[in-house]
């Protein structure tokens, strides 16, 4: 193959993607839309709606308004062509969820765990990885692709290379599920994940600047910057679950002593509490019964939360920050308490035109963040 026509099938593969794109993010859409708006010359578009018609990506609906001349036929994405599957391993819990290419959740599945052996875990996903593969519609595509989002430390090849409250150190399971099930897997950090969630389909839809954090066993942040995701170098931004908040502190599992996670997370909840065998839930049910302890043990999570939330804004200036997993469950009793802190802590200036949200997906941003980053590698591919 030539240089040139190598050069001329990138330029159509990227233009093909460019259509594809505008017509999911803006339809409906003409033809003509797309070749004023794309700047593309009608033939052109004309050619690759086609190609994308016979792919089933897109279908046709009848006339739509017209402005002179003949109606026009609207263009719009097939949003059940195909189906993905987004998965949240927490560090007590897994969450999994079928979703259209849209997003909808069509089917989903979750179980706590009390073993997180990473050989017992690894079985448990691919169960129910098995249970969401059954319950897919047809379609023309089927499962187009498997996100995996884990508490830890995660390279770019999808290898995690620390997740201090699983128990896990440089452990791969991409290769075994891309064997197991034939199909792409792709493997991240839940709490980025959980920030992708929020921006494509929660609170954070119109925030092109926005802090996630993701307050569970322990605490992760994924972080959106003038509306991208930020990873960092090498993929490994927003561990700062890890920030030291209490110089010569407690002893973190990540093997430092006074992090942020260590006083403001469900681990360092359930460290505090006397009651025996205590959950989250259970203690959520004594606070809902006015039990003075849980209500004050609540109300502390909450004032460290806003410590280490008063550090993120004095560093990122964002507009709005999304509290999500478990902990969001007992906004009832932490909100108050890191809206003082930020109030009493926080520069007057970083406040002003911010917007604190605890989120109301927080147990499906991270599940609906992986399936979006696989429909999205199956969109561009």
């Excluded at 969401?132 to 884990?150: A, F, H, N």
């Excluded at 990540?254 to 509490?273: D, M, Q, R, V």
């Excluded at 009793?333 to 007057?348: A, G, Q």
């Amino acid at each position: 193959m030539s240089q040139f026509t190598w050069n001329q099938q990138v330029v159509k593969r990227n233009n093909k993607s460019i259509v594809l794109q505008m017509i999911i993010e803006q339809e409906p859409l003409s033809r003509a839309d797309i070749a004023q708006r794309t700047g593309l010359n009608k033939a052109t578009v004309s050619s690759l709606v086609n190609e994308l018609l016979l792919e089933e990506l897109i279908y046709e609906s009848g006339p739509g308004e017209s402005s002179g001349g003949r109606r026009p036929v609207i263009l719009h994405f097939n949003k059940i062509t195909g189906y993905s599957i987004g998965i949240d391993i927490g560090v007590n819990f897994i969450l999994g969820v079928l979703t259209d290419l849209e997003g909808t959740i069509i089917y989903e599945e979750s179980l706590f765990i009390h073993d997180t052996d990473f050989s017992v875990v690894l079985e448990l996903v691919k169960k129910m990885i098995f249970s969401l593969k059954e319950q897919t519609p047809e379609s023309r595509y089927g499962i187009i692709g498997i996100g995996i989002g884990v508490p830890g430390i995660v390279d770019k090849q999808g290898t995690v290379l620390l997740a201090p409250n699983l128990g896990w150190k440089n452990v791969s399971f991409k290769e075994a599920f891309e064997n197991e099930f034939n199909l792409p897997v792709i493997v991240e950090n839940e709490a980025n994940a959980g920030a992708y969630g929020e921006k494509c389909f929660g609170e954070g839809q119109n925030s092109q600047n926005m802090i996630y954090v993701s307050a569970g066993i322990g605490i992760g942040v994924g972080i959106i910057l003038n509306g991208e995701l930020y990873r960092g170098k090498n993929g490994y931004s927003g561990e700062m679950g890890h920030m030291i908040i209490e110089v010569n502190g407690k002893p973190c599992r990540c093997g430092s002593n006074g992090c942020w996670e260590a006083y403001a997370s469900e681990y360092a909840l359930l460290n505090t509490t006397n009651q025996k065998d205590a959950t989250l839930e259970s203690i959520i049910n004594l606070a809902d019964a006015n039990d003075k302890d849980a209500i004050k043990l609540l109300e502390r999570i909450g004032n460290y939360l806003g410590y280490g939330m008063n550090n993120i804004i004095n560093t990122f200036n964002p507009e709005m920050i999304i509290i999500g997993n478990r902990l969001a469950k007992a906004k009832k009793w932490i909100e108050h308490p890191i809206d003082n802190t930020i109030k009493n802590h926080t520069l007057s200036f970083q406040q002003n035109d911010l917007k604190l949200v605890i989120s109301n997906q927080y147990k499906y941003s991270t599940a609906l963040g992986m399936s979006s980053f696989a429909v999205e590698k199956f969109i561009k591919a």
